[in-house]
């Protein structure tokens, strides 16, 4: 945290030594490296001794970054980490006596009540975005009556969503993500919360494809099938969000992993993170940067041949002659 959000001061023995919170040369303000968790003397507290300002790493990063809002900090603080954000537990269903929601059997029965996604309002959706590729996939599927319910209402809506599996390296669902969609299909639904996912989320991802010695990891599930759309012979995961890429699990005998980016900096954090991670297990890693907003937006604006060469220009030379004929 001190050599990201501190980056002009330098360790010295126990402590982080650096000018002021706005990163200006001295040696006033120290935070603690070592300590206790909590209570007098613990790790990550500060002092400003020319100031008196003292506090402790989230007050780094508050001031650092210029956010305000606690829970936009610790959003930032777990997209450094490269910890997921909290997943919203399933609603409990109305009038019947249920399972809890939210765990890998309740996805794994909402998976199994899906249908394949081929002439579904979800092979509409898909489509409308550019993708084709969707219902090849057994990892998506097609729910008609997914129940959805709003943050702070007490009744549950059944609506057409788009279910993908979210699965372990052993192949094991471990949960679900769900894109609740328009009634004809052609976008997503009009509602404040189009998508959330249930089950055991951290370390796992919705793998579109079998992994070969090469992998393209992303976040959004459309985001990797645009990919695919482009390069059928891509092997993609979606990992669903900033947080959880930095922190998939890699599979062994990867020889080369390409990382998608969005273009937001928790996109770009996240990259890093899973880069080190990929790095130091021995395995060479490359990023895919879109030249929009993400990769689907490249393919609605410019479509699959000038997004295939976008990606063959950044493809390692001896991928780009097994993917590129």
């Known amino acids: 945290v001190c050599r990201h959000y501190l980056p002009a001061?330098?360790?010295?023995?126990?402590?982080?030594?650096v000018g002021d919170l706005q990163n200006n040369p001295g040696r006033s303000l120290f935070v603690r490296l070592t300590g206790p968790p909590f209570g007098p003397g613990a790790a990550g507290k500060f002092t400003d001794g020319a100031t008196g300002e003292h506090g402790d790493l989230l007050d780094i990063i508050r001031a650092r970054t210029g956010i305000s809002r606690f829970p936009d900090l610790l959003a930032e603080a777990r997209a450094h980490l490269g910890r997921p954000q909290p997943v919203l537990p399933d609603p409990p269903q109305p009038r019947k006596a249920k399972a809890p929601g939210g765990t890998p059997a309740s996805a794994a029965r909402l998976f199994a009540a899906s249908v394949p996604v081929p002439r579904t309002l979800a092979?509409?959706?898909?489509?409308?975005?550019?993708?084709?590729?969707?219902?090849?996939?057994?990892?998506?599927?097609?729910?008609?009556?997914?129940?959805?319910r709003e943050d702070g209402q007490t009744r549950s809506i059944p609506r057409p969503a788009l279910i993908a599996a979210v699965t372990d390296g052993a192949g094991g669902l471990q949960g679900v993500h769900r894109t609740w969609l328009a009634p004809d299909g052609k976008g997503k639904a009009a509602v404040k919360t189009q998508r959330r996912a249930m089950g055991h989320l951290l370390g796992n991802a919705v793998r579109l494809t079998p992994q070969e010695d090469i992998l393209v990891v992303g976040e959004g599930i459309e985001t990797m099938l645009s990919l695919r759309e482009a390069v059928p012979g891509l092997p993609v995961w979606a990992a669903l969000s900033a947080g959880?890429?930095?922190?998939?699990?890699?599979?062994?005998?990867?020889?080369?992993?390409?990382?998608?980016?969005?273009?937001?900096p928790a996109g770009q954090r996240a990259a890093e993170r899973l880069s080190a991670r990929a790095i130091e297990a021995g395995i060479a890693c490359h990023v895919l940067e879109p030249r929009l907003g993400d990769f689907n937006d490249d393919l609605?604006?410019?479509?699959?041949?000038?997004?295939?060469?976008?990606?063959?220009?950044?493809?390692?030379?001896?991928?780009?002659r097994r993917l590129f004929p």
């Open 9 to 17: 001061g330098r360790r010295e023995g126990s402590y982080w030594i």
């Open 123 to 148: 092979d509409t959706y898909l489509r409308s975005r550019g993708l084709t590729q969707g219902g090849l996939t057994s990892a998506l599927r097609f729910h008609p009556k997914c129940w959805h």
């Open 244 to 264: 959880h890429l930095g922190a998939v699990l890699l599979p062994e005998g990867l020889q080369r992993l390409y990382i998608a980016i969005d273009r937001d």
């Open 300 to 320: 609605l604006a410019h479509g699959k041949v000038a997004l295939r060469a976008h990606l063959a220009d950044q493809i390692g030379p001896k991928d780009r």
